[in-house]
């Protein structure tokens, strides 16, 4: 328990000084704190979404849907994979051009001015959605990050709520969406490594005593090379399915640098094994 309890700390410190220190590159105008100028480079903004998409969604909610109702909870992977894929290819662009054409700072803001419209009720509503929707979220996440804390340390649920709000709003008052995305970054190696740690150690756990105390039974067909094996070969062919998923970004966005597909192909991998 002391173990868990520094480890805690030292990454709940970590995260927090990178979001603070994103005050370093603040320009203090609306346009970088909401959208830092347009500077972010596509791997960032690819690790931000994957820590987006995959935290308390990932290690609260799908991994208890998959505990009560195994294996077809592999759809929800496979939709959530493909929207994402359809928004980046058939959104996301033409909404990126009309930000800029229009000067945009929100969502709402470009679709109220949409080809230099005036939809004041659009933005209205938008924003509307926009508190209901993200508010349902953020209660979301401050639930799994207090589900988490409630089982590992016995914390009651409030604590971990308030915990996790004031630091979100520490950071993000400091940095803007810059600190977000930092600490998003940050986050996403850190779920990447506990994700393959959780890949690797499970099949062991299997062949080992683990799943006689879990289940009341033997664990039998199984051996270590065989385990090995199952694992390395999962790894390789999630990364080849991802390749040319990769060079299709890599093509919609330019650029002469492959660079940045390492950790957007990496940070990928981790959910689908």
Same mark, same amino acid.
């Given at each position: ?11 709940? *410190?970590? /995260? ?12 203090? @105008? ?21 820590? @987006? ?10 991994? *208890?849907?998959?505990? #009560? ?7 929800? !992977?496979?939709?959530?994979?493909? *929207?994402?894929?359809?928004?980046? /290819? ?8 009309? @930000? ?11 679709? +109220? ?12 509503? *938008? ?5 209901? $929707?993200? +508010? ?8 799994? +990050? #207090? ?6 340390? +016995? ?27 930092? @600490?998003?970054?940050?986050? &996403? $190696? ?13 099949? $062991? ?16 067909? /199984? ?6 094996? &199952?694992? %390395?070969?999962?790894?390789? %062919? #999630?990364?080849? !399915?991802?390749?040319?998923? %990769? ?19 990496? %940070? ?6």
């Amino acid at each position: 328990m002391v173990i868990t309890i520094i480890s805690f700390c030292v990454f709940l *410190g970590i /995260f927090l000084f990178i979001g603070v220190l994103s005050v370093i590159k603040n320009r203090h @105008t609306n346009l970088d704190y909401l959208l830092c100028e347009h500077t972010v480079r596509p791997w960032m903004v690819a690790l931000s979404a994957i820590a @987006t998409n995959n935290s308390g969604y990932m290690f609260v909610a799908m991994i *208890g849907y998959t505990y #009560s109702y195994g294996l077809s909870s592999v759809w929800l !992977a496979i939709g959530w994979i493909l *929207g994402d894929l359809a928004a980046s /290819f058939i959104v996301h662009p033409r909404l990126r051009e009309e @930000t800029q054409k229009e000067h945009a700072l929100s969502f709402t803001e470009v679709l +109220g001015s949409w080809r230099g419209t005036d939809f004041r009720y659009v933005r209205y509503l *938008g924003g509307l959605l926009t508190l209901l $929707f993200l +508010g349902t979220y953020a209660a979301a996440q401050l639930g799994a +990050g #207090s589900k988490a804390l409630h089982v590992l340390f +016995g914390w009651d649920y409030r604590v971990g709520a308030v915990l996790g709000s004031v630091i979100v709003l520490l950071y993000c008052f400091v940095g803007g969406i810059r600190a977000s995305i930092w @600490t998003d970054i940050a986050q &996403s $190696f850190v779920m990447l490594a506990a994700m393959s740690v959780l890949a690797l150690s499970a099949p $062991f756990f299997l062949v080992g005593h683990g799943y006689a105390r879990v289940t009341g039974h033997e664990a039998n067909g /199984f051996s270590r090379p065989e385990v090995v094996a &199952s694992v %390395a070969a999962s790894w390789i %062919a #999630s990364l080849a !399915a991802l390749i040319p998923v %990769a060079l299709l970004i890599r093509r919609r966005l330019g650029g002469e640098n492959l660079a940045w597909l390492v950790p957007v192909l990496i %940070a990928a991998a981790g959910p689908v094994i």
